[in-house]
């Protein structure tokens, strides 16, 4: 790294500052695949994760087209009308051929974007499951060391597989609109049973009836399906385009998570969600690791051992996971 200012070092103290060029370009390192850039992104992590666990976590999930931008537009912008300095990292799928952001949520939430008390970062999935991007839960971690009380990711929206968020946020919003097969698609999913909050939003004009039914089905769908000691999953109608009913989720998020914290539920979930990312990482570094030239030789050797049929696969495997303690 040639520029100074981003020296790990550096680029955290600039960034606990408040210097939203420095949380990109820090978010950026992280993010980074280059095998050269992962000792700085360790170093700067380590100057600013003391300093990350702050802020309320929330995710927004939910099929294409159902406004999930427009309503962390208006949800971020009524957060700091409260007091709230909010970060969204909203989740895009990759280009297939540079690998970055092809959608481009920013340019959707424009005034949100334009207040100096935000921070919306678009960034690419890379192809990794579960709903969010490949360094997602160390982009939040920044953000909350940048100061942001309210950090907000946007995944996917692809449909399949969209969990991993669930663990790595304090509160889980579904959005849905009525009359799109949205409500059995959400249940196909398992994301109706994994969210905290349900909206079912476009609750305008003609589709305003339509959608107060939708979600008094719901309500009642749900209320079927237990949840241990977690609060009661909420299902509620607004309108993100109009800003209808945007304060009352607000609220209801509020709730939720006050109720989460005082059950003790809060912390075991942040829990859940670090362990989640070890897990995580630790397949990363191992997957890395086999990767490395000085183990080619052996893979070859393995590998020619399977095929003249000496060796199952799974014993050598096992035989070259057990090797890479004394190498």
Known sequence: M??????????????????????????????????????????????????SGGSLRLGVTGPPGVGKSTLIDALGRHAIACGERVAVLAIDPSSPVGGGS????????????????????????????????????????????????????????????EHAVSSSVDCLVLVLIAGAGDELQGMKRGLL????????????GE????????????TSALGLSPRGAAPARVVRTLSAREELGVADLWSAVGEHVRAL???????????????????????LALRERLQAPDLAAERRRLAALV?????????????????LGER
């Open 2 to 51: 040639t520029d100074a200012r981003d020296e790990p070092a550096a680029l955290g103290a600039a960034l606990i500052q408040g210097d939203r060029r420095a949380l990109s370009r820090a978010i950026t390192l992280v993010e980074s695949e280059r095998v050269a850039d992962g000792p700085d992104a360790e170093r700067l992590l380590a100057t600013v994760v003391a300093r």
């Open 102 to 161: 092809i959608l481009g949520d920013k340019t959707r939430m424009g005034r949100l974007a334009a207040d100096p008390q935000s921070f919306v970062r678009a960034s690419p999935s890379r192809g990794v499951a579960g709903g969010v991007g490949h360094r997602t839960h160390e982009a939040m971690l920044l953000c909350e060391a940048a100061g942001y009380t309210v950090v907000i990711v946007e995944t996917l929206g692809t449909g399949q597989g």
């Open 193 to 204: 049973e994994l969210a905290d909050l349900v909206v079912i939003n476009k609750a305008d």
């Open 207 to 218: 589709n305003q009836a339509l959608a107060e039914q939708t979600a008094a089905e719901l």
């Open 261 to 283: 914290s005082a059950s003790g539920a809060l912390a075991r979930r942040r829990a859940a969600g670090e362990e989640r990312e070890l897990e995580v990482e630790i397949e």
């Open 307 to 323: 095929v003249a049929r000496k060796l199952t696969a799974r014993e050598a495997a096992r035989l070259l996971v057990a090797g």
